[in-house]
């Protein structure tokens, strides 16, 4: 088990486009339980409007609604610890996400890059795990195919936990991507620096009407391009 830090040391950066505030409260709900079992995490929300949430946070406005990718990088210049993660405004991290922090981040035995289970939960209050998951262990960047094979099964880009020089030397999210800038970054993570698979679930994706992609379809037909050009470098 590793040994955290009493000051922050990972920050969680959230794009926000201003109008779901109930579940940016309730996202900061999970960043506090996870808070309240002794991980320090700094928490940066971009957005255009200001945060109404009691969790402490800090602000980076934007001048106008832009695209996640856009907001995530406004994020990643506020960072000031060494590892970043990120969680969307209507999503919230899970208990498995502190299990991680302290067995994997950081520790010895760890890597750059870690990427871990997420889970739909539905309105019911219900949740359905992703399925098909690579198996937990170290994988050496030219493995990193792999990742891209088994997307969107394998894992959910966004449960990536990556340290914040890498990713800020690779240039973040890339926004000309759309919908698919999230499985981007993490494949370039992978190939670059390897990563490790950890078989816990840490975040939860709130199913929604009104959810920022603009249609599972189109996400599904972005994300299969990336991985298909992933697969054949």
């Known amino acids: 088990m590793s040994i955290l830090p009493r000051q922050p040391y990972v920050s969680i950066i959230t794009p926000s486009q201003g109008d779901r505030q109930d579940y940016l409260r ?6 506090d ?21 009691t969790a ?9 609604v832009v695209s996640p990718a856009v ?32 067995r994997y981040v950081g520790s010895p035995i760890g890597g750059n890059v870690y990427f871990a289970v997420s889970q739909d939960y539905y309105p019911d ?16 960047p030219k493995d ?10 394998a894992v959910h880009p966004s449960t990536m936990l ?20 999230d499985i981007d970054c993490a494949l370039k993570m992978a190939h670059n620096h390897g990563f490790c698979m950890i ?4 975040h939860n994706y709130r199913k929604h009407p009104q959810q920022m992609t603009r249609s599972e379809k189109v996400a599904e037909a972005d994300a299969d391009i990336i991985s298909a050009v992933h697969r054949a470098n």
């Open 199 to 202: 078989g816990l679930v840490t």
């Open 162 to 181: 990556a340290r914040t020089d890498l990713l800020i030397e690779q240039g973040g999210w890339n926004s000309r991507l759309g919908q698919a800038e």
């Open 26 to 31: 309730q996202c900061g709900d999970s960043i």
């Open 144 to 153: 990193y195919r792999a990742l891209a094979s088994h997307y969107p099964l």
């Open 71 to 102: 907001a995530r990088n406004a994020a990643l210049g506020a960072v000031a610890t060494p590892w970043v993660a990120n969680v969307d405004d209507d999503d919230f991290l899970a208990p498995g996400f502190a299990t991680a922090v302290t």
């Open 56 to 64: 402490k946070h800090t602000h980076v406005p934007l001048e106008r």
């Open 125 to 140: 209050g219900t949740t359905v795990q992703w399925d098909g998951q690579l198996k937990p262990g170290y994988y050496a």
């Open 33 to 53: 339980m996870i808070r309240d079992c002794g991980i320090p995490l700094d928490w940066i929300i971009a957005s255009p409007v200001a945060p109404d949430v």
